[in-house]
């Protein structure tokens, strides 16, 4: 019998006035984020980018 070891990781959603964002905690990598007030969603995973409260800073 084989077994499989799936490793689970945690994520840190944060609400900004412009969205939101999800961070991955194990890298502290911005990985999604979600525009108000269409939902739309912008992949960020290969994009250095800081956030502020009034927008998004790309790297």
């Given at each position: 019998?084989?077994q499989?070891?799936?490793?689970?990781y945690?994520?840190?959603?944060?609400?900004?006035?412009?969205?939101?964002?999800?961070?991955?905690?194990?890298?502290g990598?911005w990985?999604?984020?979600?525009?108000?007030p269409t939902?739309?969603?912008?992949?960020?995973?290969?994009?250095?980018?800081?956030?502020?409260?009034?927008?998004?800073?790309?790297?």
């Amino acid at each position: 019998m084989s077994q499989k070891v799936i490793n689970l990781y945690r994520w840190e959603v944060v609400t900004f006035p412009w969205g939101t964002a999800v961070k991955e905690q194990r890298t502290g990598k911005w990985i999604a984020l979600f525009l108000s007030p269409t939902g739309q969603m912008v992949n960020v995973e290969k994009i250095s980018v800081k956030l502020h409260e009034n927008g998004i800073e790309f790297l």
